[in-house]
């Protein structure tokens, strides 16, 4: 009897890991320190941090209004540490919710003005959650190519058919909805309130009377916007006075709410049929109980009038340097410009660079010199649209931004082949 051979595989699945596109590229920049990601923050994060050793600038935080130094934030996630223990072992399902879950999530929807709210252990898995379970196949989801990834992926995992339409193009937005009104099943458009690279803000008057126009349901990322923009910080829904016509409202607490986690505001029929069917809620742990007790004392400091304050003293740092950059002839993204004529400004500041090599470079020399900032580039950003993504807290002082102001123009001055054209 002869011996019967055994197939072979002959592909093997990590040769991507050593074969990518970008494997030389990231060795060079290991071998000249250059590579700007996975820096060692060696400090609590504030304005100014200690980073691998050295006092440092910090422009590149989503620590909007400061709070993860507040001693009340502090102090309620230690209360909670001292309750709960270090970890609740168990999903939300089982026996993972506790009183602060409760407390949050009903503070989270008097504040954000819906029938509810449900609080996710991080904000990826907010968005994966809610658009995975709320879309299935035979839906049609319409997302701008600007969306957040956590966005693109419950996309992908709802199996609904994906109609993406050109950044903050209402033109193509429309196109798409018109297509999607003969696909057979029910709509739903997904924008970021606030682009988390540009700072840009969604044109939501506008998208929300087209998606009413063509019977659409809207869902709005307020990740970037919740705790940054709005009369009471509710995010960019509230800014543009649409709160009432957005179906439903993500947001996250890893930012202003100086925590980590998301949650998913919206009417309470969905919101319990998310409760019961999300996989990405049922099947993960809940968050340790500090993260739920720090995220519910910095609403609860957001939604005071001393929340408001801090909102405005963020909105005028990001325009002091704002202008502070522009004057040293950098490409600084614009103001995005509001329906009553005004221009707002979000937390986020970004400096166009261009070609990806050349803002790795800058973003090392500006490290060098004492201020740390985000590197996006593609496909993060548009190809040659690479970027340094600088961020703003309430909490900078006038002269920390004069100083990081000073360190741009040193760089600058230095090497002007950096900046692009």
């Not at 050793?53 to 009340?72: A, C, H, K, Q, V």
């Not at 100086?258 to 049929?273: K, L, Q, R």
Request: hydrophobic share 45%.
């Amino acid at each position: 009897m002869s011996e019967i051979s055994t197939p072979r595989i002959e592909s093997d699945v990590f040769a991507k890991a050593r074969d990518h596109d970008r494997s030389e590229q990231l060795e060079l920049a290991k071998q000249g320190d250059m590579l700007p990601y996975f820096r060692l923050l060696t400090s609590q994060a504030g304005p100014v941090v200690e980073m691998e050793g050295r006092r440092t600038i910090m422009l590149g935080s989503n620590n909007y209004l400061g709070l993860t130094g507040d001693e009340r934030v502090k102090q309620a996630a230690r209360d909670a540490l001292d309750t709960y223990g270090t970890a609740l072992t168990g999903s939300r399902l089982l026996n993972g919710t506790i009183p602060l879950h409760i407390e949050l999530e009903q503070e989270l929807a008097e504040w954000m003005g819906t029938e509810a709210a449900l609080v996710f252990t991080t904000g990826y898995q907010a968005n994966v959650g809610c658009i995975g379970t709320i879309l299935q196949p035979g839906d049609t989801v319409i997302c701008d190519s600007g969306d957040h990834a956590s966005i693109l992926d419950g996309c992908r995992l709802s199996g609904a058919k994906l109609r993406p339409f050109r950044h903050n193009r209402l033109d193509k937005l429309e196109r798409m909805l018109e297509r999607a009104a003969g696909d057979g099943g029910g709509v739903l458009v997904i924008v970021d309130g606030v682009f988390s690279m540009e700072g840009d803000i969604a044109p939501l008057d506008q998208i929300v009377a087209l998606c009413d126009r063509y019977g659409a349901r809207l869902m709005v990322d307020e990740a970037h916007g919740v705790g940054a923009l709005g009369a009471r910080g509710a995010g960019a829904s509230e800014l543009f006075g649409v709160e009432d016509q957005v179906d439903l409202r993500m947001g996250t607490f890893s930012k202003s709410f100086a925590s980590c986690g998301g949650f998913i505001a919206g009417p309470s029929d969905v919101i319990e049929y998310l409760r019961i069917a999300a996989r990405a809620f049922l099947f993960s742990a809940a968050a340790v109980p500090a993260a739920v007790g720090a995220a519910l004392a910095a609403l609860r400091i957001i939604r005071t009038e001393e929340g408001v304050e801090l909102l405005g003293r963020l909105h005028e740092n990001a325009a002091y340097l704002h202008g502070g950059l522009s004057d040293l002839g950098l490409r600084v993204v614009e103001a995005t410009a509001m329906p009553d004529g005004s221009e707002a400004l979000t937390p986020i500041v970004p400096v166009v660079v261009g070609e990806d090599m050349r803002a790795v470079m800058l973003w090392k020399a500006l490290y060098d010199e004492g201020v740390y900032t985000n590197v996006a580039l593609h496909p993060a950003v548009p190809p040659a649209g690479a970027l340094l993504r600088t961020s703003l807290m309430a909490t900078h002082e006038r002269e920390h931004l004069d100083e990081a102001i000073g360190m741009f123009s040193r760089v600058i001055e230095r090497s002007p082949e950096l900046l692009e054209g």
